[in-house]
């Protein structure tokens, strides 16, 4: 299908994808159970006669009675699929359905696609308003120019809901978005520059009409059609809308146009562009590909005949993705969040500068990740990935709050922050979870300090923890630190406090107070000297003890024992309390916390019950009522086994401590965490399923652990070490910079202790 980008598919890959399992890409999936009669009765007849009464006494309960308030419709007639042009209704439903599902997988919109078979703008339109009743908000979608502009204006007149037509308006916010930050990255005016157009449909026409409310000259633009250069006089092939674009030029072709051109805007067909009219362009011209599926000029292409380009496409497989999917699902989340009546222009140029300034920031580790390779702000990266969770929190509550200084929101939020939590935890749970921790490590900012700074993903981390504003990252590293942090696109590298080992001032110190801790231990003074100045773990734990950081995080470049091992040797533990690790797993509705993943091969009873009480006590500062299950291979004594008592006797300890939470035990984990098997056991101190697992040992519970890391479908947090004097975090191996990242925030936060 395509030899030029980074992604190769075949066309017969693309057709089974869409044909295999269920054919086409979307299902309706039931909110409510529909189990019982009872369950029947309440969803359909009889029941819902109630809230239909309610409805028809108040239009404005259909937001809280039915799926109304969070469903778009995708509509279309399929007469400008992509830039594949008029292929009828039908074959745009693939289209249709993909745009339904981004909806549902970037901003959880729930979408459904309509494909009209009419290219009779009165019949369109006629079909579209009476839909007002079903939906919160209308998609038009690759409906051709002329018509769409008569389609978007009139049922924007006629309807009382949000109508937007895609094509023009996404495309629009997201190429000027993308157009800010080249123009930031290329020093040009908006004012000063040169730009051509190829197309003059639904998109091109949209766009110019942005980038000129935003400051372009209209005398700077030259739009070109099938038929060349649309000039003042022209006369074929022209329309209203072209004619308010044409241009006082000599120029007729779309080469002659382009000579000496800063800007480059392609919404028209695979392949316009060729390489011998780029040459003709200013300096560093700025070149946005957009046509789908095939670009006017591919970056390859258009890179080997102007080196110095910045360049951007519609696909997701070259650098720099200028496609309205970037926009339209949160920018639709935003206005169905405050029940909007339109989409205005302030929402628009509010969504354009919100993903313009996410660009301008540190990537996420998760976005890097996905990207294969890393990125920063810079000519391969203006504009931000879809992906990029950041997204879901900024586009929609800038697109709210436009909307409620404006007048059209209906339901304004009360609460921004509260509303930005919301949105967050909408798509990805843990961030529910954390959002407190994050909220806490930004109101209370502590020093943490990074062990490993010479790896990649741990300057990573120290960066996205200051940029987020959760607190000071202290780094261990060489003196090329600033240069690395520099190459990941710091701006202001020397802002960061590093200590490099060979160099502190403080390792006389240092030594001193590891002698004092080590020498009935079997160290001498010099194995001492050895482990400050060549052990960063050691080093690390030392800064910490010595006050130079609050807490520490490390784990990336060793073993997790040796790594605690080598952190033990210089900290301990709080007084009374063993350390030992919880692995939080998070899913789409529930949060286990299980314990102990990490330390104690053979917990005593003792130990059992103090990790079931301590572990208890995380799971409440992370928001959840405590009900823990002690687990076994056997449940109250089937099958009997061996390895029961310590058990027995860690519930018992529970008894006799009088302690404030649910707990039961021994129990299989099906027991405990499926509601049917619990009710098998009507003794049981359990009034839900368990969301506390206390492991009965070290090798089923890192092995679970594990195992639901790998393979499980809930996001998993951790290993999180608690009962540490000092908080200290040691993550996995594997751990990508965000999740060390959150366990910097949940330690600093005091959640991990
Ligand atoms: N990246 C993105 O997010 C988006 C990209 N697009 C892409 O933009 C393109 C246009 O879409 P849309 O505006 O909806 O479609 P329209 O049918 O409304 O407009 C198409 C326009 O492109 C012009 N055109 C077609 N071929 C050429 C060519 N070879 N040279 C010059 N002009 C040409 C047509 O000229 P004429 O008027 O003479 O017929 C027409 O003006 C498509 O490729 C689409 O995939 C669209 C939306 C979003
Ligand atoms: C992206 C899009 O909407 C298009 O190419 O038509
Ligand atoms: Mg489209």
Partial sequence: ?????????????????????????????????????????LAYSPGVAVPVKAIAEDPAKAYDYTAKGNLVAVISNGTAILGLGNLGALASKPVMEGKAVLFKRFADVDSIDIELDTEDVDKFISAVEIMEPSFGGINLEDIGAPACFIIEQTLKERMNIPVFHDDQHGTAIISAAGLINALHLTGRDIRDCRMVVNGAGAAAIACTELIKAMGMPHDNVIMCDRKGVIYQGREEGMDQWKSAHAAATDTRTLQEALSGADIFLGLSAGGALRPEMVMEMADQPIIFAMANPDPEITPPEAKE???????????????????????????????????????????????AEAIAALARQQVPEEVAAAYGTSHSFGPDYIIPAPFDPRLMEIVPAAVAQAAMDTGVARLPILDMDEYRHRLKSRLNPTTSVLTLAYDQARAHPRRVLFAEGEEEVVLRAAIQFREGGYGIPVLVGRDDVPDRLRALGVSDPEEYEYHNSRKSPLVSEMVEYLYERLQRRGYLRRDCERLVNQDRHIFGALLVALGEADVMITGVTRQYNQSLGQVMKVLDPMEGRRPFGIHILVGKSHTVFMADTTVNERPSPELLADIA?????????????????????????????????????????????????????????????????MKNYQFSRLSEPANVLVMPGLQSANLSAKLLRELGGDHVIGPMLVGMANPVQIATMSATASELVTLAVLAAGGIAR
């Fill in 305 to 351: 005949a102007r080196p110095d380009a910045i360049i951007a496409t519609g696909r997701s497989d070259y650098p720099n993705q200028v496609n309205n999917v970037l926009g339209f699902p949160f920018i639709f989340r935003g206005a169905l969040d405050v029940r909007a009546t339109t989409i205005n222009d302030e929402m628009k140029i509010a969504a």
């Fill in 1 to 41: 299908m395509n030899d030029r980008s980074n992604v190769e598919f075949s066309e017969r890959e693309a057709l089974l994808f869409h044909s295999h399992d269920r054919p086409g890409k979307i299902e309706i999936v039931a909110t409510k159970p529909m189990a019982t009669q009872r369950d029947l009765s």
């Fill in 613 to 677: 009480e301590q572990t208890a006590a995380v799971a409440r500062r992370m928001g959840h009522e405590p009900r823990v299950a002690f687990l076994s291979y056997s449940t109250f004594g089937n099958p009997p086994g061996n390895w029961l008592e310590n058990i027995r006797d860690a519930v018992a300890l529970l008894d006799a401590r009088g302690v404030s939470f649910e707990y039961e035990g021994e129990m299989a984990p099906d027991v405990a965490l499926n509601p049917k098997l």
